[in-house]
């Protein structure tokens, strides 16, 4: 009786085949003074998976990063100037709306804009064997 809940929890975590998935994470600083984080999770995606690093000379402006799923951002990377692909696969560009040294990248693979899918499948798979085991 505990398998197919089980089974069902552990599938319903899944995403879609046509899902994209992103690490949604966001540390930044706001006035030197006000610090900004969240805890890192996943997010889906249809079509990018986006990563900001705010940066600028003058320190109270926010200084950071925010990870996640793009909507709109990446939208014209193929269509407009000034997107640069890096030698990770990443498409990035230089943004004033991010800082005199901002920087906006666009990617397309699973978790692409963070750390690997180990840390965060891994941990949640093995708390669900506990509950079922248990």
């Known amino acids: 009786m505990m398998l197919p809940v089980f089974l ?3 599938f319903s975590f ?3 085949s046509d899902s994209l998935q992103c690490i949604i994470n966001h540390e930044f600083t706001v006035d030197r003074t006000k610090d900004i984080s969240m805890v890192k999770s ?3 995606a249809a ?7 705010y940066e600028d000379k003058n320190p109270m402006k926010k200084q950071g990063y925010s990870v996640g799923c793009d909507k709109t951002d990446c939208n ?3 269509t407009q100037s000034g997107w ?3 030698e990770n696969g990443h498409i990035c560009k230089k943004h004033r709306d991010y800082g005199t040294a901002g920087e906006i990248c666009c990617c397309t693979k699973d978790f692409c804009n963070g750390v690997g899918t180990a840390d965060m499948v891994l941990p949640a798979v093995a708390i669900l064997l506990m509950w079922v085991i248990a």
């Open 8 to 10: 069902s929890l552990f």
């Open 14 to 16: 899944l995403p879609s």
């Open 42 to 44: 996943t997010c889906y």
């Open 47 to 53: 079509k990018y998976c986006i990563a900001v690093h």
């Open 76 to 78: 014209d990377m193929h």
């Open 84 to 86: 640069e692909k890096q």
